[in-house]
């Protein structure tokens, strides 16, 4: 029953705020009505042309609620003076008069059978807006991409491949080993953002390094519009005195530092006893593993790994560690499939046979396999006669999609497949070039240069000899005030290894050189670290240089810089990888400057040209530096002790450039293979 007349003790439900329950007109005048809601006890004025509401009537055999809470089924309605009286019965068929001012006020109308019969419906063109609404958004859910496109970044299709493949699985698992500055972080997060769109997760646990915590905060937020909770000692012991039983319980997304975990044993159990539906661990490289020695932060992410449904492992070096290293992560993912390091070993050697299989169909399709009988029975050996005599008796036109699939099968069963995805910058392009510029100082006259008893570790980083006063005699400042000042537009990042020297170079270029520089170390707190780094990316009013500890080396994207000095060189060739990826990254617009500035026969200019010359690590990706360290380790830190032989130099790099050769072209046939 609809009508416009209001006329006092009426009974009025308003079409847009049904919570406010049954109204009663305490007024109408003036082209305005006055509503009273008692049942939460405001009074609302609307304008009688277009007031929202709708005339509460009750048909007969419908049931209504009294104010003193009796529950009454009407029999008849009556009208009289414009407002309705109903005869109806109670419980004990007793009849009784209601006058609909008596009417509970609290009554909602929430179902749509008791909206419909209330008379509150909505225009027709209302109805059709959510209709349609409801079949889009069922569209946007079917699609393969749900998910991954609602992120605020650049759609790159290597990160949308990987993004995709992991997250079409019910529990992912998987170890994203891109080279360093292909996006490791964004995948991982459109990896999270679609498994939470499509409620497969909702309990996610992200573990990083204390100095990434706040990074990865703001990019969760900024970039997948995604709210972690950041719980470290003290955000746990706050909540306990709160109330909170389990810290881990209190929020759905949490960001923790691993070192929460290696040194507390209790909040280890109470993240263990919260469950997760997905855990990433980023920098997975630091969690150490051999056959003899077993890292705590290992154990740590075990235990939480076998409580998690789904793990995402990055790290941009996966085989820095050595092969036990890679193996230790690959069985975090997966334990049943690698049980035993000997095995996985031997597994391994088989990735170029594999990939010549592979090669081998793709090139040779059908009419290859039914001639070489020798791989018909191998491929048969590893995927059964069914699905190989399938694919030779389908049609031309179908072989290639039943072909992909077969691939995909042999790789995912023989190889990593499932587990490990890379992409590398063979197969990205777009990258800027990087440029290396060597600056060769004279070292002051007293700095010892063949000296047995001294370590390595004192020869590469010559402050640590010069004293005290080291900046004032060390050349390497000296250069580095004059370039500097030089190129006063340049945003600069200066790499060195430890703290101290950090924060010696910056105290004495903002307050003897009046350069604006800031320091970024670990000595810092997290905040500090952050402020430090927002000061550096400032295009205006921020500092022109930034000087990192190595702390500085992993995690931190710097693509707004152009220039690198290196103020002195890791032993790690992956180090140094990481290092220049602060820089040479995605979002990178310019080539990347690399300045080095070392000293004439020094152990410095032996390991830069043994860089350089031997691996190439400066001006490109060198994926088997690592592996060739620790091959020639001995004969490069001989070298590096005797920076004046220059035969014996002259050896390890023609050495060096020969197993560099070999082991590109096992991995280009193996591991980082296209097909795998």
């Not at 972690?228 to 960001?255: H, K, M, T, Y």
């Not at 929460?260 to 630091?286: I, K, N, P, S, Y």
């Not at 500085?552 to 000095?565: A, I, K, P, T, Y």
Request: one cysteine or more; hydrophobic letters at 40%; aromatic letters at 8%.
């Amino acid at each position: 029953m609809s009508q416009t007349e209001f006329l006092p003790g009426q009974r009025w439900i308003s079409n847009t705020e049904v919570d406010l329950g049954l109204g009663v007109v305490v007024e109408s005048a003036n082209r305005r009505v006055e509503i009273n809601f008692p049942a939460i006890g405001e009074i609302r004025t609307y304008a009688i042309d277009n007031a929202p509401l709708s005339r509460v009537c009750y048909e007969a055999d419908e049931e209504i609620h009294t104010d003193d809470g009796r529950v009454l089924r009407v029999k008849e309605r009556l009208e009289h003076n414009g407002c309705f009286i109903y005869i109806a019965v109670d419980e004990d068929n007793q009849e009784v008069v209601l006058p609909e001012l008596n009417l509970d006020s609290s009554v909602h109308f929430s179902k749509p059978q008791e909206r419909l019969f209330a008379g509150q419906i909505d225009r027709h063109g209302l109805y059709k807006l959510r209709v349609e609404t409801l079949e889009h958004r069922h569209r946007i859910e079917q699609s393969l991409a749900y998910g991954l496109m609602g992120a605020r970044v650049q759609l790159l299709p290597h990160q949308l491949f990987i993004a995709s493949e992991v997250s079409s699985r019910a529990t992912p698992r998987a170890l994203l080993a891109d080279e360093v500055g292909l996006g490791k972080t964004i995948e991982a997060g459109m990896i999270l953002h679609q498994q939470i769109m499509s409620e497969r997760a909702s309990r996610v646990l992200i573990l990083l390094p204390d100095s990434l915590l706040h990074q990865w905060l703001v990019e969760m937020h900024r970039r997948f519009n995604l709210t972690f909770s950041l719980l470290d000692q003290e955000r746990c012991e706050a909540l306990e005195e709160s109330g909170q039983e389990n810290p881990f319980e209190s929020a759905q997304l949490v960001i923790s530092p691993i070192s929460l975990m290696t040194r507390d044993t209790l909040r280890l159990q109470q993240a263990v006893d919260a469950g997760w539906d997905l855990m990433v661990v980023d920098e997975a490289h630091h969690l150490g593993w051999s056959r003899e020695v077993v890292s705590h932060a290992y154990h740590c992410v075990e235990r939480l790994a076998d409580a998690s449904h789904g793990l995402l492992l990055l790290t941009a070096t996966p085989e820095q560690l050595g092969p036990e290293g890679h193996y230790a992560r690959l069985k975090l993912l997966d334990p049943q499939r690698y049980p035993d390091l000997d095995q996985f070993l031997q597994q391994e050697q088989q990735y170029f046979h594999l990939n010549h299989i592979v090669g081998s169909l793709v090139e040779g399709g059908a009419p290859f396999l039914r001639q070489d009988r020798h791989t018909q029975k191998e491929l048969i050996a590893r995927l059964g006669e069914s699905a190989v005599k399938k694919w030779l008796d389908t049609s031309e036109q179908d072989q290639p999609a039943l072909l992909n699939k077969m691939i995909n099968e042999l790789v995912d069963r023989q190889g990593t497949g499932r587990v490990l995805f890379r992409n590398t910058r063979k197969t990205v392009k777009g990258f800027p070039e990087r440029k290396f510029f060597p600056y060769p100082l004279v070292a002051p006259n007293f700095f010892p240069k063949q000296d047995d008893d001294l370590s390595l570790e004192a020869l590469l980083h010559p402050e640590k000899l010069l004293g005290e006063d080291w900046i004032s005699i060390d050349p390497r400042v000296a250069w580095l005030q004059d370039w500097l000042k030089q190129n006063k537009r340049q945003k600069v990042l200066v790499i060195c290894a430890h703290a101290q020297t950090a924060s010696d170079l910056d105290e004495y270029l903002n307050l003897r050189v009046g350069i604006r520089s800031t320091v970024f170390h670990e000595g810092m707190s997290l905040v500090n670290r952050d402020r430090s780094a927002a000061y550096f990316a400032d295009q205006e009013l921020g500092a022109q240089v930034l000087i990192c500890s190595e702390i500085g080396s992993e995690g931190r994207n710097f693509q707004f810089c152009h220039h690198l000095v290196l103020f002195d060189l890791p032993l790690s060739p992956d180090l140094l990888e990481q290092r220049i990826g602060r820089l040479d990254r995605i979002g990178q617009t310019q080539d990347v400057h690399i300045h080095l500035p070392y000293y004439r026969q020094s152990p410095t200019e032996v390991l830069m040209h043994w860089y350089h010359e031997g691996l190439d690590a400066f001006e490109r990706v060198c994926a088997v530096g690592d592996a060739l360290y620790h091959r020639l380790a001995q004969p490069l830190n001989h070298a590096m002790r005797h920076p004046l032989r220059e035969k014996a130099l002259s050896e390890l790099q023609h050495e060096t450039i020969n197993q560099r050769t070999e082991l590109e072209s096992a991995l280009a046939e193996g591991r980082d293979s296209y097909w795998k």
